[in-house]
């Protein structure tokens, strides 16, 4: 029999899981166990991910100015997106205008959700961490990333002996990473499975209550997802074709797998081992790019949530009847941009960070409570464009370093 490839598993299991959520909600404690593990797993070999593709990313890319040279093509390519993304959500919360007269007695108690304290200031002087392992301990992203930088950066520096065998070290030790990480892949379709069951059934009943009662929340919904999908069937696709070179539909098949794996957990962290297996082992970018961009991405650029920042904190001042200047929305687009640089690839960062977005605008914390019963489903789809754009991000920069890429493993 022929086996069916992973993506129609993946694809299947969502379905099936959907469907066991919606009509076995009081049994998914026996399947919640499938999604724990494989989201372990995820967690599990993120860091040591991280530290070993970026050491031997940067140890082989040489010399200071390449690096220099490829972290501002990099960022300049994140912020771009970024900013293209919020525009597009502004238009979007303008034109469709979905707050206008909501229900305001439908704000929800905002519980367990500290509101996001770390200033932007802050976030920079974290960057470097005071002890290496707590780093690790905690998956600080962006300490590992500047540490695994450093000691890429300065092997390089070294004597000839010891230098060979640092290279053969991070070297064995990314390889050795990739095959874990090709190993956990396999279980993706169970735990997608085990995820999305729990999901559904803890989500379902509350938000189609609510969705029922306030057309305005059915409305946010509605404007988020357009929004989504223009910046991610238009938007970054037009990049690929016309920047990158590289035919859209094809790229879209080669990260299948990663981007059902972000949608459903939520997480562009825990997604990105699968992100750099597909970049590699399907559109054949080299290692020296995909390890410098990707992890930077999963960390620093998401798309889906700067987007989301804007939209929903627009939302929430139509809600309140707070009409906000050009020069207010203005605001409005830069904190999403921080907002979004600051959230964490995990589940719902992007929630707690629209509180920062609130207060340099002075809107109502609380307003939060009004989007809290749908950010859940939002934040699948807004994390799968926030991990499209990174992979759209490896390419067009592996292009522009002339690098040939080979999407042989892909079916077109
Ligand atoms: N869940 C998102 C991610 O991991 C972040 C967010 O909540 O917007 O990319």
New binding site residues.
């Given amino acids: 029999m022929k086996k069916i490839e992973l993506h129609w598993q993946i694809l299947i299991a969502i379905i099936l899981a959907i469907v066991f959520g919606l009509f076995f909600a009081d049994y998914v404690l026996y399947v919640s166990w499938m999604g724990e593990l494989f989201m372990k797993s995820l967690k599990m070999i993120v860091a040591p991910l991280i530290l070993t593709s970026i050491a031997s990313g940067v140890a082989n890319i040489g010399s200071g100015g390449n690096l220099g040279k490829l972290g501002f093509k990099t960022i300049s390519y994140y912020l771009l997106t970024s900013m293209l993304a919020i525009t597009t959500g502004l238009f979007m919360v303008n034109l469709i205008q979905p707050g206008t007269g909501a229900d305001l007695g439908l704000v929800q108690e905002v519980e367990g959700l500290s509101v996001a304290t770390e200033s932007f200031g802050d976030t920079l002087i974290n960057i470097i961490p005071e002890n290496i392992f707590e780093a690790f301990a905690n998956n600080q992203m962006l300490s590992i990333i500047f540490f695994a930088l450093l000691v890429g950066f300065f092997i390089t520096s070294l004597k000839e002996k010891n230098k060979t065998f640092l290279l053969n070290t991070v070297n064995s030790g990314f390889e050795l990473m990739m095959k874990i990480t090709t190993f956990i892949i396999m279980f993706t379709p169970y735990g997608v499975f085990g995820i999305i069951a729990v999901t559904v059934a803890e989500q379902s009943e509350d938000t189609a209550a609510l969705i029922g009662i306030s057309k305005r929340l059915g409305l946010y919904m509605i404007t988020v997802l357009l929004a989504l999908i223009i910046h991610a069937l238009i938007v970054l696709p037009l990049i690929l074709k016309f920047l990158a070179k590289v035919k859209p539909q094809l790229h879209l098949k080669s990260m299948s797998i990663p981007l059902l794996t ?1 949608f459903s957990t ?4 825990a997604t990105l081992p699968l992100t750099m297996e597909a970049i590699e082992n399907k559109a054949g970018v080299s290692n020296k790019i995909t390890s410098f961009v990707l992890p930077l991405g ?1 960390t620093i650029n ?1 798309d ?2 700067a987007l ?1 920042e804007c939209i929903a904190a627009m939302f929430i001042a139509q809600a309140y009847g707070i009409e906000l200047s050009f020069i207010e929305q203005i605001f409005v687009v830069a904190t999403s941009l921080l907002a ?1 640089i600051g ?9 707690v ?1 629209i509180s920062v977005v609130l207060t340099a605008v002075g809107l109502p914390l609380e307003g939060i409570g009004l989007i809290l019963a749908v950010d859940r489903i939002l ?1 699948m789809f ?2 799968a464009v ?2 499209w754009s990174d992979s759209c991000g490896s390419v067009l920069i592996a292009k522009s370093e002339g690098e040939v890429l080979n999407y042989s493993k892909v079916k077109s």
């Fill in positions: 972000a939520s997480s562009s962290s999963a998401m889906g949530t989301y979004s959230a964490a690839g995990i589940p719902m960062a992007g929630l960070m934040d807004r994390t926030n991990v």
